[in-house]
């Protein structure tokens, strides 16, 4: 059968015919005229090189063909009318969705684990899948299906995502709990004394915006490691006198081997917000699973 020829409607017709097996039952069934229905049985006797139904002395008896097509043509129907019904209507305790999100090693910890959390009491069947936040690729991802979600910095380029800003995020400075130099009300002097640990999630690199920022002030601080992941950061300053900038989210367990220092003087911060492509956007799962998110962010 040539599969091009392929017609939904035909499908619908056919299911009818075979439940009716009157052409005057189907097409009062499918609210169509008794001309129409009837065109649409020689489509499929066209299609499927077969009479399908013979004129009968009470209405129409079905072929051996169209008996093998009962099962497989209801089946397949009734699974698509579920699936557009629940793109439609989600009930997140009995759904069964992979929701795939890009994201960076801190967004992962900061939104990622506690949203797995709160799924497994919410929606278990719900599974999410994270990749690496690609920030050369990401949008194309979007628009291709291969991400559904992306957490990260939002700004003009991306005005055709949709977009749900989640909040901004400041940074503390950490060191071991016992740290000598660590203070409240540390200055900017004492603060580039002191030995830092960076993160350069690209690799190798011992600047980043911030020390733009002291540039303008003229100072530069101290870098001894550049590190590729904030999740490495924590545990190598709890065990020597480095320190480190990090989000202020990535510490919402407190440890009890660190030392947390606010900088009023350091206005830097950063955006994340939840991107998605207008192909997600109206499927009712993903919508759940975008505000679930935001009902999980609080001010800290």
């Known amino acids: 059968m040539d599969t091009t020829r392929l017609d939904l409607n035909l499908l619908l017709t056919l299911e009818a015919l075979l439940a009716e097996q009157n052409v005057t039952k189907a097409a009062v069934?499918?609210?169509?005229?008794?001309?129409a229905v009837s065109a649409q049985l020689n489509r499929l006797r066209d299609m499927?090189?077969?009479?399908?139904?013979?004129?009968?002395?009470?209405?129409?008896?079905?072929?051996?063909?169209?008996?093998?097509?009962?099962?497989?043509?209801?089946?397949?129907?009734?699974?698509?009318?579920?699936?557009?019904?629940s793109h439609k209507d989600f009930h997140?305790?009995?759904?069964?969705?992979?929701?795939?999100?890009?994201?960076?090693?801190?967004?992962?910890?900061?939104?990622v684990m506690p949203l797995v959390l709160a799924l497994r009491h919410k929606a278990p069947g719900v599974r999410i899948a994270v990749r690496h936040y690609n920030l050369a690729q990401f949008e194309q991802q979007l628009a291709s299906g291969e991400v559904d979600i992306t957490i990260a910095s939002h700004d003009a380029t991306h005005a055709h995502l949709r977009t749900c800003h989640l909040y901004d995020e400041t940074y503390v400075l950490i060191g071991r709990r016992d740290h000598p130099a660590l203070k409240e009300n540390l200055s900017i002097e004492e603060f580039v004394q002191l030995e830092h640990v960076i993160v350069s999630p690209s690799g190798g690199s011992?600047?980043?915006p911030i020390d733009d920022a002291l540039a303008t002030f003229?100072?530069?601080?101290?870098?001894?490691?550049?590190?590729?992941?904030?999740?490495?950061?924590?545990?190598?300053?709890?065990?020597?006198?480095?320190?480190?900038?990090?989000?202020?989210?990535?510490?919402?367990?407190?440890?009890?081997?660190?030392?947390?220092?606010?900088?009023?003087?350091?206005?830097?911060r950063f955006d994340l917000s939840l991107m998605w492509h207008?192909?997600?956007?109206?499927?009712a799962g993903h919508r759940w699973v975008r505000e679930l998110i935001a009902e999980m962010i609080s001010p800290t």
Not at 66 to 84: D, G, H, M, N, W
Not at 245 to 264: G, I, N
């Open 29 to 35: 069934r499918l609210h169509l005229s008794q001309p």
């Open 48 to 85: 499927f090189d077969d009479p399908l139904l013979i004129p009968a002395r009470r209405g129409m008896t079905p072929t051996a063909k169209a008996l093998e097509l009962i099962v497989p043509v209801r089946e397949s129907l009734e699974k698509l009318r579920q699936t557009l019904q």
């Open 92 to 111: 997140p305790e009995r759904a069964i969705l992979t929701v795939t999100i890009s994201c960076t090693d801190y967004t992962q910890a900061a939104i």
């Open 206 to 208: 011992f600047t980043t």
């Open 218 to 268: 003229g100072h530069k601080r101290n870098v001894v490691m550049s590190a590729a992941t904030f999740l490495f950061v924590p545990q190598i300053v709890s065990i020597s006198d480095l320190v480190a900038l990090v989000p202020r989210r990535l510490l919402q367990v407190k440890s009890e081997q660190l030392a947390v220092v606010d900088l009023p003087w350091l206005a830097e």
């Open 278 to 283: 207008e192909r997600s956007h109206s499927h």
